[in-house]
């Protein structure tokens, strides 16, 4: 077990990128990421440090390095040769692997906050993806040569995802509740899920919104698993290439809020829940459909290792969802039309009640005056 917050405390203590003191955060990690080999592991945490990890043979932490601003997704290359590092501001820095003390090299920006940043299998594009419901793929080599947009969603891209064994395609999924394939090369859309016809009963209380936080793929099956964020259930699809669709095979109801899933190589789906005692799940397909595990060894010692180092996780346990704030405000100007129309009209009904009042007064006062 490594303490992050003892990392690069003698060089960096109190200190930003810029030397000037940096402002006191909690040690909580933002984003993490394994490379494809499992060689090496990086993270990034809210004290906008990025950490690299040797993993094999045995865990060594190569560096310490400070970012620019808090980061919110990182991916390492295939190449096992760069990180490269999404942040708040819309940026993208990378930070090499082979010199690990080596500062990191702006490559790309957006004008709005980044959620997430995906590599092509062989390196070649890099797709980002922003709040402001644009997805955008750029060579890797040449950052600022914009190959493609992919337009379509309608709130902020919360994940993508490059399908590994179809290279040329793309998932993404958003606060507005869909889950879309594309072209990514060309920026075509070939198919879209809408999510909350799935869960009717979630979808349509409280017209509540939901976003999609984690996407795992197997390869064998060409499975999705979906993790809806501030809803207990896991939904499944399935990859057809033939017809290039996106089918719903299953959908898995959790007790507890869902952290994170992921598939192993021979197709078992791994679902981790904020709940000490089943923190940890396994299902497995079983005459197409997905059946809980349960005397798996692997699973039974993975969760007795949760359950004796819940500590780290009691800081996660009910927070808030961390897209809330992203959602576009939504103001009810016909609303708001209609009342002030009504108040115009009171305002001009009275004003001709008062008319008529002086005018009636007036027409008394000469009638009067006649008369006399």
Same mark, same amino acid.
């Given at each position: ?10 060089? /960096? ?17 933002? &984003? =993490?990421? =394994? ?17 690299? =990890? ?6 060594? +932490? ?16 295939? &190449? ?20 690990? /003390? ?15 940043? &995906? ?23 040449? %950052? ?47 198919? +879209? ?15 509540k919104k939901y ?25 499944? =699809? ?5 017809? /290039? /669709? ?24 791994w679902i981790l ?11 497995? %397909? ?5 059946? %809980? ?41 016909? &609303? ?6 009504e108040e115009r ?28």
């Open positions: 077990m490594y303490d992050c917050i003892t990392a690069g405390k003698k060089s /960096q203590e109190d200190r930003g990128q810029d030397g000037q003191p940096a402002v006191k955060a909690s040690d909580d990690i933002l &984003a =993490f990421a =394994f490379s494809s080999s499992g060689g090496y592991f990086a993270l990034t945490d809210d004290n906008k440090r990025l950490v690299l =990890f040797r993993t094999k043979p045995c865990w060594e +932490c190569l560096s310490v390095r400070p970012v620019v601003r808090r980061c919110t997704s990182l991916i390492i290359t295939a &190449a096992e040769d760069k990180i490269l590092v999404a942040d708040k501001s819309g940026d993208v820095y990378s930070y090499s692997i082979t010199e690990p /003390q080596k500062a990191g090299k702006i490559e790309l920006g957006h004008l709005s906050l980044l959620l997430d940043v &995906a590599l092509s299998p062989d390196d070649q594009y890099i797709l980002t993806a922003d709040r402001d419901e644009k997805i955008r793929v750029s060579l890797t080599r040449a %950052p600022y040569n914009i190959i493609s947009f992919c337009l379509g969603h309608r709130e902020f891209v919360s994940r993508i995802f490059v399908i590994p064994n179809y290279p040329d395609l793309m998932l993404s999924a958003s606060g507005d509740c869909t889950l879309r394939l594309w072209e990514y090369k060309s920026g075509k859309e070939v198919h +879209c899920c809408h999510l909350n016809s799935l869960n009717k009963t979630e979808a349509t209380k409280n017209d976003a999609v936080s984690r996407i795992a793929y197997c390869c064998q099956g060409n499975y999705i698993a979906i993790l809806c964020d501030c809803i207990p259930t896991v939904y499944i =699809f399935q990859f057809d290439a033939a017809t /290039q /669709q996106l089918n719903y095979r299953h959908q898995i109801s959790l007790k507890y809020k869902g952290w994170d899933v992921a598939f192993e190589e021979t197709g078992g789906l829940q904020e709940d000490k005692e089943a923190s940890l799940l396994l299902y497995r %397909p079983v005459d197409g459909h997905w059946q %809980p595990v349960a005397d798996d060894k692997g699973l039974m010692k993975m969760s007795k290792y949760l359950q004796d180092n819940w500590t780290m996780f009691k800081g996660s346990v009910g927070t808030e969802s961390c897209y809330s704030s992203l959602y576009k405000a939504s103001f009810d100007n016909m &609303a708001v039309y209609l009342q002030k129309k009209l009171q305002q001009q009904q009275k004003k001709r009640k008062e008319l008529q009042h002086e005018s009636n007064r007036q027409t008394k006062k000469i009638r009067t005056r006649d008369s006399s």
